[in-house]
């Protein structure tokens, strides 16, 4: 998707129904400068707001997409293209949260051990030895949530017997057994246990 494209295409038809930035952002319950950022290519509308905003604008989510009107000659073949770019741009922001897990945790385990070697080896008072433990545990947890957290929701797990792929809950996440990205996990489609994989792509 051309953001630029997308960006000049929101301005044009936010002038063609009379309305500035502020009063756009004021119907869509956003700041004026998250408006900016769209009719300039720096960023693309959410898509909690998206539907709001054609609404708003008087067009379709597929002329939104493509950054023009789309005829009804070329409709569903726009469709298809916007939504095959719409699962690539899931599967690249995907890798980058995975990415992001492995730098995180690094990072967390290395200050977790230097808190705890500073609470452990550091001459200082029994209390503020005390509020370092405490803080390292509390950090411990704070990364463990947010590695997990992104473990649930990028890309996909697949099931060992049906190869059906799918989010699973945080709950699931948090008390399966597993090996590095492989959780032993029950399929929601085939109600099986297995040790499954974790998948950036759903085809």
């Known amino acids: 998707m051309d953001q630029i ?3 000049k295409f929101i ?19 956003i700041t004026d400068r998250a408006v900016s950022k769209w009719e ?6 959410d898509s909690s707001i998206m539907l709001e905003l054609c609404d708003v604008l008087r067009i379709t ?3 939104l997409l493509s950054g ?3 005829s009804m000659d070329n409709y569903n073949k726009e469709s298809e293209k ?3 770019e719409m699962v690539k741009q899931k599967e690249k922001a995907d890798e980058r949260l995975l990415a992001t897990e492995t730098v995180l945790g690094a990072v967390g385990i290395i200050l977790c051990l230097a808190i705890i070697f500073v609470a452990c080896y550091v001459p200082m008072t029994d209390w503020l030895r005390i509020v370092l433990f405490c803080i390292g545990f509390i ?21 060992k017997h049906c190869h059906h792929k799918y989010v699973p809950t945080y709950n699931a996440v948090l008390w399966a057994m597993h090996t590095g990205r ?10 099986k246990m297995s040790w499954q994989k974790k998948v950036i792509s759903k085809e």
């Open 5 to 7: 494209k997308i960006g």
């Open 11 to 29: 301005a044009v038809c936010r002038k063609k129904e009379n309305l500035t930035q502020a009063q756009l952002a004021e119907k869509l319950n």
């Open 40 to 45: 300039t290519g720096k960023a693309m509308p």
């Open 61 to 63: 989510v597929n002329d």
């Open 68 to 70: 023009e009107v789309v």
């Open 82 to 84: 916007n939504l095959m």
């Open 139 to 159: 950090f411990i947890f704070v990364i463990a949530f947010c590695l997990l957290k992104i473990e649930q929701v990028a890309g996909y797990y697949e099931c």
């Open 182 to 191: 492989t959780r032993y996990m029950k399929c929601p489609e085939c109600n």
